[in-house]
């Protein structure tokens, strides 16, 4: 089964953008792509993510061309 996880909003930045559930988010992804990784699920697992974010080995990332790093672009 291939998931498809909308992850456009992750941040690292040491805002309030990389706080809640950014935070929360980026652990989801953590813990599937070691599962992924470790063999523990047959899914496909593809986080759709404004820009490719370290640390999300086992996980495919595809880059949309949203520009969302401007506020405006979000609303």
Not at 54 to 74: K, M, N, S
């Amino acid at each position: 089964m291939k998931i498809a996880i909308d992850a456009q909003l992750l941040s690292d930045q040491e805002s309030y953008r990389g706080a809640g559930v950014s935070n929360y988010s980026r652990e989801l992804l953590r813990a599937l792509g070691e599962l992924v990784r470790a063999g523990a699920t047959p899914h496909n697992i593809t986080a759709y993510v404004h820009a490719r974010q370290p640390g999300l080995d086992g996980i495919e990332q595809a880059v949309t061309a949203l520009r969302l790093e401007r506020p405006a672009a979000r609303i």
